[in-house]
């Protein structure tokens, strides 16, 4: 199968397994231990890219900097639903991308609603991804999310 075909199944795969799912744990490295934080998912469609609101202020923020591996877990146990994603995260500023992604359930961590200067987002670009498939009672993993990159592919903020 094609790079670009497999990446495109992986990408609606995880999309479908994800979607309507409301919350998010992400998981960070600071001080040298794991830390998880629930997050409120996104809302728009997965194109391979999570996003997360937050405040500039939260201490994930810093971890992020230092660190942008990072780990997501998604579980709905009603229709057994388990999925987890790796990635490379990066805080972005983008006032429009907020508006976008804003809705009220971001309210109680961000009172001062979209405008507020210090309400930033989180980009995970998932680099590999899987889920418990319940039917056979195995993990599968999701394989080719990792586009080949040059060194003017890559989005600004993302480390390099």
């Known amino acids: 199968m094609p790079e670009s ?9 995880l999309a479908r397994m994800i979607q309507d799912i409301p919350v998010a744990m992400l998981t960070t490295t600071g001080m040298g231990r794991l830390r998880s934080r ?20 939260a ?26 994603a790796t990635g490379t995260a990066a805080l972005v500023d983008d006032r429009a991308k907020v508006q976008e992604l804003w809705h009220p359930g971001y309210q ?6 979209p405008g507020d200067p210090s309400v930033t987002l989180i980009k995970v ?17 999701l394989a080719g999310f990792v586009e080949p990159t040059t060194f003017h592919d890559v989005e600004p903020g993302m480390g390099i």
């Open 59 to 84: 201490g994930m923020t810093g971890e992020i900097r230092d660190r942008q591996s990072v780990h997501v877990t998604f579980v709905s146990p009603g229709d057994s639903r388990y999925v987890w």
């Open 108 to 113: 109680p961590w961000c009172p001062g609603g």
């Open 38 to 57: 629930p997050m409120v998912a996104q809302r728009v469609a997965f194109d391979g890219r999570l996003w997360f609101v937050t405040s500039r202020g």
């Open 5 to 13: 075909t497999r990446r495109e199944e992986a990408v609606r795969t």
């Open 125 to 141: 670009r998932v680099e590999e991804a899987g889920y418990w498939d319940p039917a056979t009672s195995r993990m599968v993993v």
